[in-house]
């Protein structure tokens, strides 16, 4: 794998102007049978098709192989020349299917636009479609992909973020789920005297309750916020999160909804995008 192909001049982005097959519409039926949304092929062509509707919208897509089957990485470049960048991604464990959702549709809303004169707007919409397929957390050589960032031999998905995330950014939103949360948290990874995680979960009260509990999954937590400090010699693999830092990624915010239904879940995570935007602007 060749990381630069994935930088967005590199990309291949000659298909996004093809005549394109109109899917069957996506709507809060299809909410209710998660199992529905789980082609690779159809969530790809959901994301072509959306981003073919935004003439400055650019799709870039680069071949690749897991466990067999081909599957096309996407890279969604939104905006030009703002000046502050954002990289949104979800789907890192193929399971948690909310992110991924969340990403589509506000993708497909268009929500993005309000935003577009202070940010430009880099999205990983699905960076394991091996395990969005298998409704698994990891990918098809079953390796945890969020922990595979220092490692010697990257598997091929983190390489992709990894070429990424060379490029400069003010801001990354991760987009998870914990079904064994009763409610929304976050992890903050930020340099000194940032504060803006607890502000995020103020904004998302009204969608999801926050998880207040003084410890979730083992880590210190103050009022759902978990604090990372970047110590990069973690002997369990380094996150995105702790990567992007350490490529000089200010602030990362890894956004964790909680136990609830599906479509509960994408509008917190959609809320808590809309509000880290804002407050960092």
Known sequence: MRPECFKPDACDTTRI????????????????????????????????????????????????????????????VLGSGAPQRVLLSAGIHGDELAGVEGLCEWLESHAYMKFLHRWDITMLPCLNPWGYEHDTRENGDGRDLNREFNSSHPPQEVLFVQSVAQQRFDLSLELHVDAD???????????????????????????????????????????????????FGNPNGWPMALYGFA???????????????????????????????????
């Open 181 to 231: 949360s009763a409610g929304y948290y976050l992890y903050e990874t930020v340099r000194p005297g940032a504060d803006i995680g607890h502000r995020v979960l103020e904004r998302i009260r009204t969608i999801m309750p926050v998880n207040l509990d003084a410890t979730i999954d083992g880590r210190s937590t103050d009022g759902g916020v978990i604090v990372r400090h970047p110590t």
């Open 17 to 76: 102007g093809m005549s394109l097959k109109q899917s069957d519409p996506h709507d809060a039926r299809s909410l209710m049978n998660p199992a529905a949304l789980r082609g690779y092929t159809h969530l790809v062509e959901r994301v072509r098709l959306a981003v073919s509707m935004d003439r400055e919208a650019r799709l870039g897509l680069h071949e690749f192989t897991a466990a067999g089957k081909t599957y096309e990485f996407m890279q969604v």
């Open 247 to 281: 490529q000089g990624i200010p602030c990362s915010l890894t956004l964790e909804a909680g136990r609830s239904p599906l479509q509960r879940q994408v509008q917190a995570h959609l809320q808590a995008i809309e509000a880290a935007l804002g407050l960092c602007s």
